[in-house]
Nanobody, 125 residues
């Protein structure tokens, strides 16, 4: 069983920063990519960023490229999402998830099977 636990969300003013954490545990979690997704009110869940544990290779949605940085600490079994220059459009429930396959760095919601409970990020204008 794989478990993912997010933390670090909160309320921040536009232009501010937050760092989200995703602690992973369970069998073979380090073999599979981890992704960050978000879902705003009335919107579909969307890919934000992803990372491969082994190589550290990353992928970003165009909407966050240059503002968000995904990283991992292998010793702590933790994936981070550093979010800078936040704007109200970034307001959402943020989830981390484990990919179904160890290959590549997928972006589709259906390509991930284990999900955390989410952490709320609210950006005020």
């Amino acid at each position: 069983q794989v478990q993912l636990v997010e933390s670090g969300g909160g309320l921040v003013q536009a232009g501010g920063s937050l760092r989200l954490s995703c602690v992973a545990s369970g069998r073979t979690f380090s073999t599979y990519p981890i992704g960050w997704f978000r879902q705003g009110t009335g919107k579909e869940r969307e890919f934000v960023a992803g990372i491969r544990w082994s190589s550290g290779s990353t992928s970003y949605a165009d909407s966050v490229k240059g503002r968000f940085t995904i990283s991992r600490d292998i010793a702590k079994n933790t994936v981070y999402l550093q979010m800078n220059s936040l704007n109200p459009e970034d307001t959402a429930l943020y989830y981390c998830a484990r990919a179904r396959t160890a290959w590549g760095l997928p972006r589709g919601v259906n390509e991930y099977d284990y999900w955390g409970q989410g952490t709320q990020v609210t950006v005020s204008s």
